[in-house]
């Protein structure tokens, strides 16, 4: 449970700082599947979070949590 808030936190960190990369980038810089990426991001979503993806800057933005 610690783990999955531990890696919850940091994938919040990384779009509140708009790291620039694809998805699987960012698993990997992470260390989790992309398929697991993708879940922290549906969980963000559900705790509110507004997390948009810009083609141009090939990164994710957070607009509130």
Request: proline share 2%; aromatic share 10%; glycine share 4%.
């Amino acid at each position: 449970m610690i783990q999955k808030y531990n890696q919850l936190t940091k994938v919040h960190q990384l779009i509140k700082k708009q790291f620039k990369g694809t998805p699987d980038e960012i698993a990997n810089r992470l260390g989790i599947s992309k398929s697991s990426l993708y879940n922290y991001f549906d969980e963000l979503k559900q705790l509110g979070a507004e997390i948009k993806y810009c083609r141009t800057l090939n990164s994710r933005s957070l607009k509130s949590i």
